[in-house]
């Protein structure tokens, strides 16, 4: 959770919530085009990865945030 998500709006958590969905799917696509021809060094689809994972994270919590009797 980004520091200013808790005392935001449903609007701002919505508009963030947009976003990282967006990067999560560019985070994604970029992935599978790595795996398709590998680098030299796996170094970049790790970090690729774990950024991908931290981002889950956050929508999951903004989800949360927004809708906390759904998850209860």
Excluded: C, F, G, W
Excluded at 42 to 54: E, G, I
């Amino acid at each position: 959770m980004e520091p200013n998500d808790a005392n935001a709006t449903p609007d701002v958590l919505q508009a963030r919530l947009i976003n990282l969905r967006a990067e999560h799917r560019d985070l994604d696509a970029a992935i599978d085009r790595l795996t398709l021809a590998p680098p030299e060094d796996d170094l970049v689809v790790r970090r690729l990865k774990k950024r991908k994972l931290l981002i889950k994270d956050r929508i999951s919590t903004i989800e949360r945030m927004l809708d906390p009797d759904e998850y209860a």
